[in-house]
DNA sequence: AAGTGCGCACCGT
DNA sequence: ACGGTGCGCACTT
């Protein structure tokens, strides 16, 4: 019963600092959550969650920063070719997201999302979703609510969507000095949005620095588990294109795999990079595997700011900044 | 101090 | 040209 109340909260929140022109980012929603209706932040962030794996909220990488959206008001306009897509898109759409979600919940995703703005990973548009057959937002909302039954619209901005599992760390991180868990992790979600947020900065060496760096926020899946340190930032420091992306996600690859065969035409299709995690980690995979180079540039960057803040809200706290540093100095 | 409103620039279509 | 988005500032509570 609260869910639904959550997920209205939430969309409405989000409507509302889009109205005020304000970013709907995770520490604004749940700051405002907070207010209007006194739920912790923390649970804000798991129904925040919830949201975004039913694809009733869209999270979305804009201009380097982790933004959420209101799928059913998202819609693109004009989208003809995609259109056609869509329809295939919506059925791998379903089982994207299903499999997504089993795998999310086993955070199957590693955190290679690879994304990268030059290249236009953007390419997934797989999750994009008519916003037509939304009959109303409100009637939808309802309705979508028990089922996680994709139907985002999609957005047509340069984001990505990628993560679905966890917007924040789920349970251990918290400062120090926050004594509330609640506080604590919105801050912590917070925080790891800015740490990663922050990129925008590409390297002068990228090709295209863009001012929107979308890189992909995949993220939210682990905190800690996969990403492996080590290779990535030799990686970005390196301008070797290939493994990066690729060696990425076993897990993600298993999930995918399958529907990697159909995919590989979408991946071109639209710059809207809507996309479910699953989805958009095949198509990166199909992505880099036929074009046999990829973009570690970005990709790298995106990387390592992503685990840098995952680590950062993960645990130590102390290290926190450091992370960001550290990414900062990369950079 | 926090929330809000909005001008403005930017971007993609 | 148009619409969406979000920064940055000023205003309000």
Redesign the pocket.
Same mark, same amino acid.
């Given at each position: 019963m609260s869910e639904s109340k959550y997920r209205e909260w939430i969309l409405d929140t989000i409507d509302?600092?889009?109205?005020?022109? /304000? #970013?709907? +980012?995770l520490e604004?929603i749940c700051?405002?959550v907070?207010?209007?209706h006194g739920s912790e932040p923390d649970r804000t962030c798991a129904e925040l969650e919830k949201l975004i794996q039913e694809q009733t909220v869209l999270k979305?990488n804009?201009?380097?920063?982790?933004?959420?959206?209101n799928a059913a008001?998202?819609?693109?306009?004009?989208?003809k070719k995609d259109d056609v897509s869509l329809t295939t898109a919506a059925a791998r759409r379903s089982a994207a997201v299903e499999e997504a979600s089993h795998s999310d919940l086993s955070n199957g995703d590693s955190a290679f999302g690879a994304a990268d703005?030059d290249e236009d990973l953007?390419g997934d548009t797989s999750m994009t979703m008519d916003t037509d057959s939304n009959p109303d937002e409100e009637g939808a909302e309802e309705s979508r609510d028990g089922q996680d039954r994709p139907s985002p619209s999609h /957005? #047509?901005? +340069?984001?990505s969507v990628r993560a679905v599992s966890a917007p924040c760390s789920p349970s251990g991180a918290q400062p120090g000095t926050g004594p509330s868990c609640s506080s604590g992790s919105a801050r912590d979600c917070a925080a790891s949005q800015k740490a990663s947020?922050r990129p925008n900065s590409l390297p002068p060496s990228s090709p295209r620095a863009?001012?929107?760096n979308d890189w992909a926020y995949d993220s939210a899946a682990s905190p800690v588990e996969h990403q492996h340190p080590g290779m990535q930032r030799d990686k970005a420091v390196d301008t070797k294109p290939d493994v990066p992306s690729r060696t990425a996600s076993p897990c993600a690859v298993n999930n995918v795999k399958k529907e990697a065969g159909h995919k590989v035409e979408d991946s071109g299709l639209?710059?809207?990079q809507l996309v479910p995690d699953s989805a958009a980690r095949l198509r990166d995979e199909v992505k880099n595997g036929s074009d046999g180079r990829s973009p570690a540039f970005s990709d790298n960057c995106t990387f390592k700011k992503i685990q840098v803040s995952y680590t950062a809200s993960d645990g130590s706290l102390l290290n926190g900044d450091k992370g960001e540093e550290i990414s900062v100095k990369k950079e």
């Open positions: 509302s600092l889009r109205s005020r022109k /304000a #970013r709907p +980012d604004r700051r405002m907070r207010r209007r979305v804009y201009k380097g920063s982790i933004s959420y959206r008001k998202v819609q693109r306009r004009s989208r703005p953007e /957005a #047509r901005e +340069d984001a947020g863009l001012p929107h639209s710059s809207d």
